[in-house]
Each structure stands twice: as C-alpha cells, then as structure tokens.
C-alpha cells in the first residue's frame, strides 16, 4: 500500500533544522545547565531518524553520505585525546581546565575542555545511534 | 607520570579507536593493533617495575580528592594480572593472523578485542565498586561481539544465553552495589573497606557479601553458577575461546578475591567457609567434567572451572602461604590456558574435529607440537619444575596451616585427574594409528605454532623461574591480606 506521506514529508524539510539547532542548544548549555553532548546526541540522532520515517533508509542515505562508524570512531578520538590533554601537565586524568575567552560576535565567552571531550561524545552517540538504527532498520 | 597506572587500559582504547577508521584494511589492522600491543606491554612493565620499587600506585581522576572522585588503585596484584592479559591478548593476536579468517577480521574483530582489553584492564585497576560495574560492561559488550562474529547457527544460538546470563548478573550487580552503598553511603572501594571495619560484623553486610558472591561467581563460573560457561564457550572460535577461557572467568576470580580480603572479613567464619565449600564443588564439577568428554574443547573449558575452584580455594584460606599460591596460580592460570587452547586449536585445524575419537598418530608428522603440548599439559597439572607446581604447593600449605586437612589433600587428589584429562587428549590425539586427512599447509602449521610455542616457552619459564618472582607474589598477598596498605596508598595526603 502506498501511504500518503507528503505532509509529514514536508514537514520534516522544517523540522529537521530546528531540532539540529535545539541539538546544539542543548549540547552548549551542558555545562552548567541539563543537557550535554550525550543528550544533544540524542536529540540530533532523533532528527536524523525523523529524517528516515519520513522519506527512506536510501535516501536519507543518500542525503547525508556519512559512514556512521567513522564518525563513532572520530567521537572516541576526539574524547581520549582531550582528556589524554592532562597526561602532557602531569596532573591526573580527566583533570579539566578553563578559561575566559573574546569571541567576536559572543563576546566575552567561557571555554572548557570538558565541551572537547562532550563534542566526541556528542559525535559518538549520534554515531552509534544511527549505526543501530540503520543495522535494525536496514534488515529485510 | 602519575598517570602511568592508567596506560594499559588507556593504549588499547585509544589503538581501538583508530582501528575502527579502517575496518576493511585487514594488514593495517594487525600492524595497528601490534604496535598497540607493543606500547601496552611496555608500560605495564615499566608499571610494575614501579609498584615494586615504590609501592601501591594511585590517582584519582578529575583531581577530586578521595572518595569522592573515580580512584584508581595499581597494587601489585593488579599490575601483574594487567601485565599477564596484555602478554595473553599479544599471542592470541598473533595467533588470529593466520587463524581467525579474513571475514572476521575486517568485520571489527581487532578493535573488539581491544576494547574487551580496555574493559580486563580497568576492571583490574579500578579502585571504585561502580567503576568497575562500568569497566565489567564494557569488557562485556565487547566480548557479545566476540562471540557472535562470524554467525555460525551455535554462534548465535550460545550468544542468546551468554548475554541473558550476563544481562541478569549485571542488573544483580548493581542491585547489589545499590545494598552496599545504602550502607556504607560510599562507592570507592578503600572508603568502603574503612567503614565496614567500623560497622563490624552484621547481617546485611554478610547478604551483600553473599549477593557479590553470586555475581562474580556468575562471570567466574563456580558451582552452581557455571552452567552457561562450557556451551557459551566453545561456541566461538579457537582464538576467541582462548581469550574468554584465560581473561574473563579471571575478572571475576579477581573481583571476589578483591572484595573478599578488602571489603568482607568481618564475618570470615560464614563468607569464607561459604567459599570454600563452593570452591571445593566446583574442583569435584570441574573433574566430572573434564574427564566425562571426548571433546577437546569440552576438556580444557572443564579444566578453567577447576582452576577457578583452585584459586578461590587458595584466597578463602585468608593465610599468607594460601593467598601466595593464589595469586602465583592465577597467573599461571592465565597463561597456561592461553597456551592450551592455540595448541588444541592447531589440533582441531589439522584434524578438522574437535572429537578425540576421530584423532590420532599425529606424533609422526608433527612431532613438535606434540611434544611442546605435553610440557604444557605438565604445567597445567603442576608437574614440578613447571608453573602451575608451585602455585598449588602453596595453595595445599595454606590450606594444611588452616587446618582444612581433607580439602587440601582433595586439592592434591585433583592434580591427578587434571593430568589424566590433559593426558588423554595427548593419547587419543598423538598416539595411536593415523586417521583421516591433514587439512593444514605445512607453511600454515609453522605459523600457528609459533605463538603457540612461544607462549608455552613463557608458562616454563614463569615455572622455572618462579623464584625471582616470589618477592612480585609476596607483595600482592601482603596487600590482600592487609587492607590497610591499599587504605593507606589510597588516602595518602588526605587525611
């Protein structure tokens, strides 16, 4: 049976960007706020899957041509090597830092390693999320 | 390097993580995860040069002070286990070049064992009860893709009851955790050992301690708690079977020697009778076993049950000759497995069956491997001067100084029917008339037994040279039978 799927269609084209960009809210007001990298992970993998009901597993694909493993293993890297950061000061592991920075556009701007470390693991849920669902989904 | 105790757990995640770049690449992976290997050893070595020469190592992560932050604890004990399964994971890898096939290999079967290492290692050097829930689940995700690789219908079918088991002792694992800290109201494992000295003797924690007896005697497989062990095990391929046979039975033998000298020893006469009576069963099981089957694979995963009733047996005595030959016979252990299970794969690859009966005369073409497994089947029964003789020397000391006369001359008893196991596979398989066909290139024969001899080398020399490894031993047993060093090492500057 074929299904009317034009008005979820187009509503997905609007819905995806505002859910990536929550996605990045969330992920940026992490620290001192709920949210963080594992949960804007999840929010965006969610877009991606919105993504997927909407249209199919080939197109999404096909959209964004992203090897999802890549991405798990580009998260992991990401998060050792930042936390790996305090074996070079010789203080212990994880210890984080940071420091108050200008930014144009954002002004004076708060930077911490420990939003390097979430970025990996922003990356590595998105990727292992999708990996799944793509494994599940992909299976005839 | 005050980080330096966190190297071996942290090479192999970081080399995992690389690895998993390019899983097509099947050269690059095993010349990745060499080098990785390679580095790992190098450090655990230096690391164990440095928990010898200045004590118990530890850092507590974050830079939050004890108990509050995640603690982690390299004691000698720790050091020597993490050296020993880094040496067992380098064999095995090798051993997998020319073993494992190359459709495993480019489907994520380097990085998984490397992250099973990542998981062995940090459950051996964490110092918090928690931390090490986490490291046990990911030693554990990753040996579910382990198991499951490749796809074969036994495969998948022992993979259903591995993860049940493991999802349920998991759940049981955290309850019981959950217990522990509505009592103690603390999760770093040198607090708890301080506040249940100060609690002394009580019911409930006399019910935890039982709870985690259950628990790791679950991923340990002692009697009754087995039962999933011999089918889940041998479904797997030989290199595989090797890691589970000589890693993940220890991490649980090492979490209840930890938590049975660290956190319970208030109650001694209920918790460590209760484990030496099971360690006992678990010897008689283990016997039944390995002597009821014609299966190769069945005999040797049998005689992991065995040594796992031997070494508890050894750390129930809470003496210092007992805890010596524990720590001595798990290495052993370790290693002498390892060394058993790539001789009996090379086995299995020439005859293409793992049923002795239709084995035989393979003494005439491959005399090496015949002659370097029985060596390897002496040390498994502790023929001195091998490995695992002075290990159960010690163990049946302690035992005697104990005063547990029967249990200790049943322990010797079962040396006996651990030889005779060892030995029919030796009989079945090398003597007798030549059967079937050699299913194996004679360039593919050198290649696997290589490692196997190399590893068989090291179990001789770690008997032979067991001497100059007595300080090593004596420092873990000094530890274990003394909280208050690992207390002390854990708190220094502190309090």
């Keep these: 049976m074929k299904t009317n799927d034009l008005i979820i269609q187009t509503a997905t084209k609007v819905v995806f960007f505002i859910i990536f960009l929550f996605s990045i809210h969330i992920f940026f007001a992490g620290h001192y706020t709920p949210g963080g990298g594992f949960v804007g992970g999840l929010v965006m993998s969610s877009a991606i899957v919105l993504l997927m009901l909407a249209f199919d597993l080939k197109t999404v694909q096909e959209m964004l041509p992203i090897n999802y493993t890549v991405v798990t293993a580009i998260g992991l890297l990401i998060s050792i090597l930042t936390a790996s950061g305090s074996i070079f000061f010789n203080v212990p592991f994880f210890t984080h830092v940071f420091d108050d920075f200008y930014i144009p556009l954002l002004g004076e701007t708060s930077i911490h390693t420990a939003m390097f470390f979430d970025t990996g693991v922003y990356l590595v849920v998105v990727g292992v999320t999708i990996t799944i669902i793509q494994m599940i989904g992909g299976d005839e | 390097m005050i980080n330096l105790l966190l190297f ?170 959950g217990y522990l800290y509505s009592v103690v109201g603390t999760l770093n494992m040198a607090d708890i050992s301080v506040k249940l000295a100060e609690i002394g003797p009580s019911g409930i924690v006399t019910v935890i301690a039982v709870l985690f007896l259950i628990v790791f005697g679950i991923k340990g497989g002692i009697f009754p708690l087995f039962f999933w062990l011999p089918g889940s095990y041998a479904a797997p391929p030989i290199p595989v079977l090797a890691l589970f046979g000589a890693l993940l039975t220890k991490v649980g033998v090492y979490a209840i020697m930890r938590t049975y000298t660290l956190f319970f020893t208030s109650d001694v006469g209920y918790t460590h009778n209760l484990l030496m009576i099971l360690s006992i069963l678990t010897i008689v099981v283990g016997c039944i076993g390995a002597l009821a089957y014609f299966d190769v694979k069945q005999i040797i995963i049998y005689n992991i049950v065995i040594a796992v009733g031997v070494i508890l047996f050894g750390a129930s005595v ?178």
Excluded: C
């Design chain 2, 8 to 177: 071996p757990v942290l090479i192999p995640f970081l080399f995992a993580a690389v690895l998993l770049l390019f899983p097509k690449k099947v050269k690059a992976q095993r010349i990745v995860t060499m080098i990785g290997l390679l580095f790992a050893l190098a450090s655990s070595f230096v690391l164990l040069y440095k928990v010898k020469v200045d004590g118990v190592q530890t850092l507590t992560l974050g830079s939050w002070a004890p108990p509050f932050g995640i603690t982690m604890v390299s004691d000698m004990l720790s050091a020597l286990l993490v050296t020993s399964s880094l040496l067992i994971v380098f064999f095995v890898v090798w051993y997998s070049f020319t073993s494992i096939g190359e459709e495993r290999e480019k489907a994520f079967y380097y990085p998984a064992i490397l992250f099973m290492l990542t998981g062995v290692n940090g459950a051996f050097t964490t110092g918090d009860i928690f931390n090490m829930f986490v490291f046990f689940e990911v030693l554990l995700m990753s040996s579910y893709v382990l198991i499951v690789l490749g796809g074969e219908k036994i495969q998948l079918k022992e993979s259903i009851k591995y993860i049940i088991v493991n999802v349920v002792s998991s759940s049981l694992f955290v309850i019981t955790v």
């Design chain 2, 318 to 495: 809470m003496n210092e000759s007992g805890m010596m030959g524990s720590v001595f016979y798990l290495i052993h252990d370790i290693l002498i497995k390892g060394a058993l299970f790539l001789f009996i794969g090379i086995i299995i690859k020439i005859t293409g069956t793992s049923d002795l009966r239709k084995m035989g005369g393979l003494i005439k073409r491959y005399p090496m491997l015949g002659w370097s497994y029985l060596i390897v089947a002496f040390g498994l029964a502790g023929i001195p001067p091998l490995s695992g003789f002075i290990g159960k020397l010690l163990i049946v000391q302690g035992g005697f100084e104990a005063e547990l006369l029967w249990q200790s001359i049943f322990i010797l008893a079962s040396s006996l029917l651990v030889l005779l196991s060892a030995i029919r596979i030796f009989i079945y398989a090398f003597w007798g008339e030549e059967k079937g066909e050699h299913l194996i290139s004679p360039k593919k024969y050198r290649h696997l037994l290589a490692p196997a001899i190399t590893l068989a080398g090291i179990t001789v020399l770690y008997g032979v040279g067991a001497e100059y490894l007595v300080p090593f031993m004596a420092d873990a047993a000094n530890v274990l039978l003394d909280p208050s060093i690992y207390v002390d090492a854990v708190f220094e500057g502190v309090k």
